[in-house]
């Protein structure tokens, strides 16, 4: 790379010399020069001489560049210049733009890999074959019965009266429904008491159905809503998992004036056309997006 620099380098100066040269000739002799003019045959000599040794640095320096070995793979490329149509002679320019970005979504794909192995999050139970082809016993406290599920809820719904619950089973999978006032559902679903995925719908959406598990609001705000709740789900995996849930369900309570709170930070109402739908892990506050501490 060095020495491509500098035959580089060696190219630009060349350029300037001849361009001065060029220049001094097409303005002629001047004043200066004298009256026999031998002042403009000297200047023109010496920029010749310059020239000439910006050339001799530039062969050199294209000298010391090293060859690739063997030729290069241009693959299904090589075949562009067979083409005899005019307009797909612009292809050029495409393609290297198009493997230039390939390059970069491999690097970057293999930076994320990186980060997402040291910063491993795995809530399922997805365990792998290549490091212990035997089955392990899963751990018990992943694990609650229907009955503790049903006197779990039945003492959260004494404290929030505002909330109902409704229990399915899709699959392997144990979700509960959450109806939070009139504003809106939510769908939680848990592997044993870990939970697995959360979707927030308005209150006059379907909730009833597999697929509405997995298909989003068609309303921006609860999809908003919805990325926060998967961000809380990291933020409340506590060791206990009952004490988790609990918590959960009383940042999912802190929705309640969704549409009535005033954000804590500019004390306004609505932002780029959005309630606050950010709450505090901690206090619970409403803020907007953009105005979370």
């Known amino acids: 790379m060095d020495s491509m620099y500098t035959a580089l380098n060696a190219v630009k100066s060349l350029r300037l010399e001849v361009g001065n040269l060029f220049t001094t000739i097409s303005e002629g002799v001047k004043e200066e020069h004298g009256e026999d003019g031998r002042e403009f045959i000297n ?59 390939i390059e970069k979504v491999h690097k970057y794909s293999n930076i994320a890999h990186y980060i997402l192995n040291s910063n491993s999050l795995k809530k399922s139970f997805i365990l792998n074959p290549t490091l212990n082809k035997r089955k392990r016993p899963l751990i018990s406290s992943f694990f609650m019965g229907t009955p503790n599920w049903d006197a779990y809820i039945s003492n959260f719904m004494r404290v929030f009266p505002e909330m109902s619950f409704t229990q399915r089973t899709f699959a392997t999978n144990f979700v509960l429904q959450v109806t939070l006032g009139r504003v809106f559902h939510a769908m939680i679903a848990f592997k044993g008491c870990m939970i697995e995925w959360v979707v927030i719908k308005g209150y006059n959406e379907s909730c009833s159905t597999p ?83």
């Open 43 to 101: 200047e023109i000599q010496r920029m010749i001489n310059a020239a000439q040794h910006r050339y001799r640095e530039l062969e050199q320096a294209v000298g010391s560049i090293s060859s690739s070995a063997g030729n290069l793979n241009l693959q299904s490329s090589a075949y562009l210049t067979q083409e005899n149509n005019l307009e797909r002679h612009s292809m050029y320019a495409p393609l290297v733009r198009s493997h230039k970005w």
């Open 211 to 293: 697929a509405d598990l997995i298909s989003e609001s068609r309303y921006q705000v609860f999809r908003r809503i919805t990325d926060h709740a998967h961000a809380a789900t990291l933020h409340f995996a506590l060791p206990n998992m009952s004490d988790m849930i609990r918590a959960y369900l009383f940042w999912i309570y802190s929705y309640l004036n969704l549409f009535a709170a005033t954000c804590k930070q500019c004390g306004k109402h609505s932002y780029d056309c959005y309630p606050p739908t950010w709450r505090d892990f901690k206090s619970s506050e409403p803020y907007h997006f953009e105005c979370k501490p």
